[in-house]
Each structure stands twice: as C-alpha cells, then as structure tokens.
C-alpha cells in the first residue's frame, strides 16, 4: 500500500505541470495531456480499486493453488527447484532487500537518464509522467492479473508459520504476478525507452542501470 501511496502523490503532484508542451529537442517525444493524463488516472484507479472494492477479511480461496485433487501439493519443477535452491533463509530480509532494490530501479535509471539528457532542462517533467503514466499502467495490469489469477503465495502454499494465521486471507492468493518485479520493470524499460528515443548519449547506461536493479528485484 505504501507503494500505491507514493503514486497516488506522485500523480498530484505532477499534474499541475505544463502537460501540453513537448521536448524542446523536439524529437518526437510529447506529453499530450488529453490522452496521457486519463490514462495515468486509468492506471491509479486500476491499482487501487481492486483493493478498495474487494472485501479482505473474507474467505480468499485459490484458483492456482499448486495441489491435486487430493490436496497434495503439486508445484511444478522449475518453481519448486528454484524454491530449494535460491529461497533466503532469512524472508524477512529478502523483503527488505526486495523493497531496497525496488527503489534503486527508480532511482538508478532516473538519475542515469538526467545525466544523458544534460540536466534538468524543459521537457523532463513531461518526461517523467510519461514514466509515472508506464508505472501505473503497469501496477493496474499486475493488479488484474492477481485477482484474475489467485495464485497462492509461497507462505501460504507452505503455510509457513507466523505467516500461516493469515491463511485463506486476501494476501494469500495474490502471489502472480509479482507486484514489485513488474514495477520495477516498467520503470527501468519506460526510463530506458525514453533514453533511446531521445537519441541520448548515455543512453546504455540507462538501460544497465535500470535493468540491472529490476532483475535484482
């Protein structure tokens, strides 16, 4: 939620920007704010709503659940593979590196992208909600996905303890897809995109940077 707040804010307090001019550069790349503008608030109201107009102290029951008929667990080999070879022992500190690196895929790329455009010139607000406009977009399909989907979480599928008091909860069958892989893609592939079509020198570096922090992610 607290990632759903920042966008909310970032959204106003972008908006009030001159969304009607385009890149001094004029290399094509153009805010239009009859278009763009209620397609970021198509994008906040489709990551929000889902959560606001669903009930989460009700019975959540999976529709991906990863179990025979019987209830014994069949998770397919490449996810229980990777389960056994790559998950933390410690989980609590997987998330907060998770949350870390999340913020990097913003902050990287971003300040990369300042730097190969020559600075805070006209254009770069534009630019950013063009990138604001890609995450919300994105964040709405994630959110769609998951509610579609109902995939159990892996503490759920595991019933992990202290996490397995909230089996059956809302949280517990929203595993796919991931929330913070998608975000932090979209921020770096938008950033990087921008970056090319600008014709920027640096360019690369906004895409290594980017995706660099989102496959960390």
Known sequence: MRHLATLAVLVAALLPADTAAQDSRDDGLEYRASLDVP?????????????????????????WCDRDAAGTDSLNGLDSGARRRWRWSDVAKAHDWSNVALVASFAAPTTAFVA????????LGEEMLLVLESSALTLALTQGTKHLFRRERPWAHFAEPP????????????????????LSFALAVSTGSLASLRGDDGKEWVWVSGLTFAAAT
């Open 39 to 63: 397609l970021t608030i198509a994008g906040v109201a489709g990551t929000i709503g889902p959560r606001l107009l669903t009930d989460p102290t009700r019975t959540w029951p999976c529709r």
């Open 163 to 182: 996490a397995e008091e909230h089996l059956g909860s809302r949280e517990s069958v929203l595993s796919f897809a991931s929330g913070h892989a998608s």
């Open 116 to 123: 190969a455009r020559g600075g805070f010139g006209d254009g």
